[in-house]
C-alpha cells in the first residue's frame, strides 16, 4: 500500500471478503440459525453489513451537504433497521451476498474517489449519534465501516463455528479451493485430524 487511500481501500476489501469466507458452504437454513443465546444469524449480519454501508456511504457520496431526509415515520424507519439484523424466511444468502457484493463495489468506488477531508454531516435526529458532533470527515466515516465490518465478521465467525465447527482459515481455503494439509472441512462431516 503506497498511501492512504490505498490502506483504507484494502482493508475495506478485505473486512467485506470474510463475510463471503464466513458463509461459505452453508444452506439458507444455517445461515438463518441462531445457534447461540444471541438473535444473530450470519444471513442477518450479511444484511446489516450490507445495510450500514449502504447508509454510510449514501452520507459520503452526499457530503458536504447531507443525504435526502428520510421523511418517513422514525417508527417506521427503526423497524427497517431492526429487519435489517434478521434473514427472513422469503431472503436467500445467495440474494444476500448479491446485494453485499454490489454494495461492497459501490464503497470501494467512494473509498477510491471521495474527498477524504470532506465533511459528513452527523444527523442530530437520530438518537444513537452524539449531538455535540457535528461532522465527521469521510476519512473517519470509512474508518468506521472498517469497525463496523471487522467487529460483525467476528460475531460471524463465533456463530459459524457454534453451527458447525469450521473456522475462519479453513473456510477461506475452502472458499479460495485449498485444502489444508493435516485437516479435514468440519462443515462436510469431517473432524479435525491431530
Same mark, same amino acid.
Given at each position: 500500500? /503506497?498511501?492512504?487511500?490505498? /490502506? *483504507?481501500?484494502? !482493508?475495506?476489501? !478485505? ?10 458452504? *452453508? ?7 441462531? +445457534? ?16 450500514? =454501508? ?6 459520503? /457520496? ?18 427497517? !433497521?431492526?429487519? =435489517? ?5 422469503? &431472503? ?13 463495489? %459501490?464503497?470501494?468506488?467512494? %473509498? ?8 459528513? +454531516? $452527523? ?14 470527515? $469521510?476519512?473517519? $466515516? ?6 463496523? *465490518? /471487522? ?9 459459524? &463455528?457454534?453451527?458447525? #465447527? %469450521? ?5 477461506? %481455503? #475452502?472458499?479460495? #479451493?485449498?485444502?489444508? =494439509?493435516?485437516?479435514?472441512? +468440519? ?8
Amino acid at each position: 500500500m /503506497a498511501d492512504e487511500r490505498s /490502506a *483504507l481501500r484494502e !482493508f475495506l476489501e !478485505f473486512h467485506q471478503s470474510a463475510y463471503f469466507a464466513v458463509s461459505y458452504g *452453508l444452506t439458507d437454513e444455517q445461515a438463518r440459525s441462531t +445457534p447461540s443465546v444471541s438473535a444473530l444469524s450470519i444471513g442477518g449480519l450479511i444484511k446489516h453489513a450490507t445495510g450500514m =454501508q449502504r447508509s454510510w456511504m449514501a452520507r459520503v /457520496a452526499a457530503a458536504p451537504d447531507a443525504p435526502p431526509k428520510d421523511t418517513r415515520p422514525f417508527e417506521q424507519i427503526a423497524s427497517e !433497521f431492526a429487519d =435489517q439484523h434478521v434473514m427472513r424466511p422469503d &431472503e436467500t444468502l445467495d440474494g444476500l451476498l448479491r446485494a453485499f457484493r454490489e454494495q461492497n463495489a %459501490a464503497t470501494l468506488r467512494l %473509498a477510491e474517489t471521495a474527498d477524504l477531508d470532506a465533511a459528513v +454531516p $452527523v444527523p442530530q435526529d437520530i438518537p444513537w449519534f452524539p449531538k455535540d458532533q457535528k461532522a465527521w470527515s $469521510v476519512r473517519w $466515516v470509512i474508518l468506521h465501516v472498517i469497525n463496523e *465490518l /471487522a467487529r460483525h465478521a467476528g460475531h460471524a465467525d463465533i456463530i459459524r &463455528e457454534t453451527i458447525d #465447527g %469450521a473456522t475462519m482459515y479453513e473456510l477461506i %481455503a #475452502g472458499l479460495e #479451493g485449498w485444502e489444508i =494439509q493435516g485437516w479435514v472441512q +468440519p462443515w462436510k462431516g469431517g473432524a479435525r485430524s491431530s
